[in-house]
């Protein structure tokens, strides 16, 4: 079955890709209202883009009326933001902060959830969330229904229990993450899998493959 994305209406496109493009990882994006409360909204167009600079992009749809959210309005204003990273001890709290709340309501209180200063920009990140980084503004690219968000990491926060002992990777035991598949379904990253990439390959008799000494390739 093929589709036609340059004749196809915008809800299809978005079924399609969101449906087949998955898991994708939930940022729960928190920012600083112009009366100075808490904003946090979850999103799951993003990801991390970048290490040398640090960057991490988000894709912000407007409102129904075509007014953009608070989280966008408010990254314009200050240029900065953090991102969240959503596991299952802050999932129920994660889809509360989506409901569509005046932009005076502190939504990390709504939900429960426990402020903490950042270290580097005026926006509170989530003490329960595994992980958070501080982000500031590098550019916003807009679309006529969207915004693409690209942000610099300036600081990092993570539990000490995600680690290894080296502090070097994640604990794959305590560090699951959850990610969006579709409409309201989720997946949380509690069955984890090696893959090692194998040394480059010779083949040989019988069409399999043997590893070349040295990683030549021929």
């Not at 579709?182 to 997946?187: E, F, K, Q, R, T």
């Not at 509690?190 to 090692?196: A, E």
């Amino acid at each position: 079955m093929d589709f036609d994305f340059t004749d196809m209406p915008g809800p299809d496109k978005y079924r399609l890709l969101t449906n087949f493009v998955g898991p994708r990882p939930i940022a729960l994006v928190g920012t600083r209202s112009p009366s100075s409360q808490n904003n946090a909204a979850p999103m799951s167009f993003f990801n991390v883009f970048s290490h040398e600079p640090p960057l991490v992009v988000l894709g912000i749809q407007t409102r129904g009326n075509g007014e953009e959210k608070d989280t966008v309005a408010n990254i314009r204003r200050t240029g900065e933001f953090v991102v969240n990273m959503v596991d299952m001890s802050i999932a129920e709290a994660m889809i509360v902060c989506g409901v569509n709340f005046s932009s005076e309501i502190d939504e990390l209180a709504f939900a429960g959830l426990t402020p903490v200063r950042s270290v580097k920009i005026d926006a509170d990140r989530i003490a329960e969330s595994p992980c958070s980084f501080e982000c500031r503004l590098e550019r916003i690219i807009d679309y006529p229904r969207r915004v693409l968000i690209i942000g610099e990491v300036v600081h990092m926060h993570v539990h000490d229990r995600c680690l290894d002992a080296a502090g070097r990777y994640v604990n794959p035991e305590t560090y699951q993450p959850i990610a969006r598949l579709h409409a309201d379904n989720y997946i949380t990253s509690d069955r984890q899998f090696v893959l090692s990439k194998p040394e480059a390959l010779l083949p040989y008799e019988a069409g399999q493959l043997a590893p070349v000494p040295g990683g030549a390739v021929r």
